[in-house]
């Protein structure tokens, strides 16, 4: 069903909902998942309802679709979908429709099954409010428009529950479609007039302009807030009918009036015109995407003390240049001192493909400014994510293969191994990464095992590792598993007294009767003990430790 795609998209979530809560729901349907990454607010960590699901095989990620799509998860109907970072570029727009006037009883499963039967379905969704009540309105995005068009068809005018209002169905329009069409399918009657003589011209003299092209209903010239004796030379003309606004425009506009050159146009209201732009602004950058394909380049690393002038005249030489732009450092950067870990870049776009591919084959691993240079295509954010998913997907072929019948895991990055405590910074380049060693077929059971048993220790992978990394990893599997039980405040200062004994003492607490007695003897310590029984040079974390001790000793 999902043609061998692993990962899976969960939307419309509950924002109770968690990791844990999405492996229970997918144990529930016999399929065990290897990873879920919920989205989370940057700001507040909270969840944003929505996830994505590595599953195990193609097979397994079917099977979730097919049980659990459009299932009610702590109130709210899921969404899923196959997984794809390019999602909304792919998106056709004139596939969508809108439907009003849902019944409250006809739920999200429901639309969803009913509109599969005019064609293929990317995606269905039914919004509520705060309440968890449905609003009536349901959108259906279809794969192709011939199935959009269809379901228009049948779907209009439909009494879809015996005595319910009839269906609403039209095609989806964005809201800046949506906002034009508001404000022109009536035509306009209002006139913006702009280069009129700021001195001596009045309401009267524009009235005897405009008034033999139609009824005038109001003129209105803007005042000059510096001098409110001129006009601002603009003005507002207002007509009865629509026909008599046109007809002016199209005759006065470039007509000049004591040198002034009149420029006439419809007035268009603040929504209208932010729509406008935003469109013209999405335009133009499309435009742009498309005249630069292929001949912007992306230059990395830069030096601090090198420019654009620097580096046009190293890159001129290959033909002619159009842009070229360096981004400076981030004022905070440059507050933190950081500029000398920072790789600045530079973007480089060329009149031809022809020049900029003669640009990469020439510069890119170059040795330039005392370093090697990456010289690249430049790339948008959706084709950047594009290439990383085939990098996955090439690296886990080629770990299927070495596994043989094995089935390769499907995460991004490897999480085969024990979780233990990231470095502060992971330093990034942009030069092809090797692939991942391989891991041992016994550490996918590991995973399983960590997965559903807290209490569980790869021992194994305790061999391996340095001391430090050991109480790294023990740390984190305690800190867990306490703050579960009393509480994230006092679980750091129990874990701590539980990291001074022995690896052999830590391996014992993972037990679930054991833990909770030395938590509760823990705890007494820490309300009982008093600065007094302190000895020289000891601080109370090793008073509490020493207290143990001398009572499992005892």
């Known amino acids: 069903a999902t043609g061998g795609q692993t990962i899976l998209y969960w939307g419309?979530?509950?924002?109770?909902?968690?990791e844990k809560t999405i492996i229970e729901t997918c144990k529930a349907v016999k399929v065990s998942v290897g990873f879920a990454k919920l989205f989370r607010n940057k700001d507040t960590l909270e969840s944003i309802g929505s996830a994505i699901v590595f599953c195990l095989s193609g097979i397994d990620a079917g099977i979730i679709l097919k049980e659990l799509n459009n299932k009610e998860l702590n109130g709210k109907p899921l969404r899923i979908m196959p997984y794809d970072p390019s999602f909304k570029s792919s998106i056709n727009p004139n596939a969508s429709i809108v439907i009003y006037h849902l019944p409250p009883c006809f739920k999200q499963?429901?639309?969803?099954?009913?509109?599969?039967e005019f064609g293929s379905v990317k995606s269905c969704y039914i919004p509520q409010d705060e309440k968890g009540q449905q609003l009536g309105i349901g959108f259906v995005m279809f794969a192709t428009e011939s199935s959009k068009d269809v379901a228009i068809e049948k779907l209009h005018n439909m009494v879809i529950v015996e005595g319910s209002t009839p269906l609403k169905v039209y095609p989806y329009f964005s809201k800046t479609e949506r906002v034009i069409h508001k404000y022109t399918k009536g035509g306009y009657n209002n006139l913006y007039v702009k280069g009129i003589p700021k001195d001596q011209f009045t309401e009267e003299d524009l009235t005897k302009l405009f008034s033999p092209h139609g009824e005038v209903i109001s003129i209105v010239i803007n005042k000059d807030k510096a001098n409110p004796k001129l006009n601002s030379g603009t003005a507002f003309v207002c007509f009865k009918k629509n026909e008599d606004a046109a007809n002016?425009?199209?005759?006065?506009?470039?007509v000049v009036i004591d040198g002034c050159k009149l420029s006439i146009d419809r007035h268009y209201k603040k929504a209208e015109l932010e729509a406008l732009r935003e469109a013209k602004k999405l335009k133009s950058k499309e435009d742009f995407h498309s005249f630069c394909?292929?001949?912007?380049?992306?230059?990395?690393?830069?030096?601090?003390?090198?420019?654009e002038k620097e580096l046009k005249e190293e890159f001129s030489k290959f033909g002619t240049i159009i842009a070229i732009?360096?981004?400076?450092?981030?004022?905070?950067?440059?507050?933190?001192?950081?500029?000398?870990?920072?790789?600045?870049?530079?973007?480089?776009?060329?009149?031809t493909k022809e020049e900029a591919k003669s640009a990469i084959q020439a510069m890119d691993g170059k040795l330039l400014w005392g370093r090697p240079i990456r010289v690249k295509y430049s790339q948008n954010k959706e084709e950047r994510a594009r290439e990383k998913q085939k990098l996955y997907e090439s690296r886990f072929d080629m770990e299927q293969k070495a596994l043989g019948t094995l089935p390769a895991p499907p995460y991004p990055f490897p999480l085969l191994i024990p979780p233990i405590r990231p470095p502060a910074s992971i330093p990034k380049s942009d030069f092809p990464i090797p692939p991942m060693p391989l891991p041992p077929p016994e550490s996918i059971v590991e995973?399983?095992?960590?997965?559903?048993?807290?209490?569980?220790?790869?021992?194994?992978h305790l061999l391996k590792i340095s001391q430090e990394e050991k109480l790294s990893y023990l740390g984190d599997k305690l800190f867990t598993i306490i703050s579960e039980k009393e509480g994230a405040s006092i679980a750091g200062k129990i874990t701590g007294?539980?990291?001074?004994?022995?690896?052999?003492?830590?391996?014992?607490?993972?037990?679930?009767?054991?833990?909770?007695?030395?938590?509760?003897?823990?705890?007494?310590?820490?309300?009982?003990?008093?600065y007094t029984h302190l000895r020289a040079h000891e601080t109370l974390r090793y008073l509490v430790c020493r207290l143990l001790l001398e009572k499992k000793n005892n």
């Open 447 to 460: 995973v399983q095992k960590e997965l559903e048993n807290p209490y569980y220790v790869d021992k194994k």
């Open 109 to 116: 499963k429901n639309l969803y099954d009913k509109c599969s």
């Open 497 to 530: 007294m539980f990291l001074e004994l022995g690896i052999d003492d830590i391996l014992n607490l993972f037990d679930e009767v054991k833990i909770t007695e030395k938590i509760a003897e823990a705890k007494l310590v820490l309300e009982t003990v008093s």
């Open 12 to 18: 419309n979530m509950d924002k109770s909902v968690n």
């Open 248 to 254: 002016a425009k199209a005759a006065l506009n470039g």
């Open 325 to 351: 732009k360096v981004p400076p450092l981030e004022p905070k950067a440059k507050l933190m001192k950081m500029s000398k870990k920072i790789r600045r870049f530079g973007l480089i776009c060329f009149n």
């Open 293 to 307: 394909e292929e001949k912007n380049l992306y230059v990395k690393p830069i030096p601090k003390k090198i420019g």
